[in-house]
């Protein structure tokens, strides 16, 4: 838990908006964004998203462009250097594992890209990681979709996506927020009288799980909670989200997803800080999960 003076309890917290879409995702550059079909000015909310059956078990994509050379003049030419290997060897490449508690091994391989930032997104949500030395990423994400889709954003418009169908989601919920630097929040959740903290839980272990490097720029992070039972009412779930000076009287926008047997709903939130007299507190975000299955029969 962040250390704090006070706790600034807000029972109605956020507005919601209510719009058809994708989340919010505030993303390094507007590269990025486009690739990912968003708009960082754009807050929404979808209901149960049905998977891309034109989407193969596996697919990459390098994209770029080239300016209008005829516009150049007075150019000197000059001896330069280029990597010989073939341009299918740069390609990135995404493979998914699933296992039955409804977990996703992803694994990401950009020989051509190492030690770069990476966006890695879920089921509407966005984290951001880095590639090792020799281009390659592993991690793990709890399934928020049965039938699910990763996909991987490079700087430069390049792009890897992969599918997998997870199985362990029926009798599961589970429920995740995303927040981007430099604001700073804490998923809490109190169920059959314990109490779990993001920020408390090791990595790997508990029902609480922190995705998302912040040793890279413009970091984003998501954090997931695994609720122990599958009734949503026997948990109270909070935000914890920190007032300091960078982000006292400024409005962040956050996304939501709460998932039950692989089915989501999607929730764009926008949060308003209090101004910075106080700084060092924090502001309690409730009421945040949300059934998908009442909310499609509404």
């Known amino acids: 838990m962040f250390g704090r003076k006070r706790a600034i309890r807000v029972l109605s917290v956020v507005s919601i908006a209510l719009a058809t879409g994708h989340a919010v995702e505030t993303l390094r ?14 807050v929404a909310k979808s209901g149960p998203a049905a998977p891309d059956a034109t989407l193969p078990p596996s697919a990459s994509l390098d994209a770029g462009s080239m300016s209008d050379m005829s516009a150049l003049v007075g150019i000197t030419s000059v001896a330069a250097t280029t990597d010989d290997r073939p341009k299918e060897d740069c390609a990135a490449s995404l493979t998914l594992s699933a296992d ?74 589970r429920f995740a927020v995303q927040m981007a630097h430099p604001v700073r929040f804490d998923l809490r959740a109190e169920e059959n009288g314990q109490v779990f903290a993001a920020n408390s839980a090791t990595a790997g272990q508990g029902p609480i799980v922190t995705l998302g490097s912040l040793a890279v720029p413009d970091p984003i992070q998501t954090q997931v909670y695994t ?54 507190d924090i502001l309690v975000l409730k009421n945040l999960v949300r059934d998908p299955k009442l909310a499609t029969s509404n």
């Open 227 to 280: 609720f122990l039972g599958e009734n949503l009412t026997d948990s109270l779930v909070t935000v914890e989200v920190r007032i300091d000076p960078s982000t006292c009287g400024g409005s962040f926008p956050a996304t939501t997803v709460t998932s039950v047997d692989g089915v989501v709903i999607r929730d764009s939130i926008s949060v308003a800080l209090p101004l910075c007299g106080a700084s060092g």
């Open 100 to 173: 039955s508690s409804g977990m996703i091994d992803v694994a990401v391989l950009a020989p051509c890209d190492p030690g770069e930032r990476v966006v890695i997104r879920h089921a509407g949500l966005s984290f951001t990681d880095r590639t090792g030395a020799n281009g390659r990423l592993d991690l793990q994400i709890p399934a928020l979709e049965s039938e699910a889709m990763v996909a991987a954003y490079f700087e430069g418009s390049k792009v890897a996506l992969a599918n997998i169908s997870v199985p362990g989601l029926q009798g599961k919920a």
């Open 29 to 42: 550059t507007p590269a990025v964004a486009a690739a990912n079909g968003s708009d960082v000015n754009t």
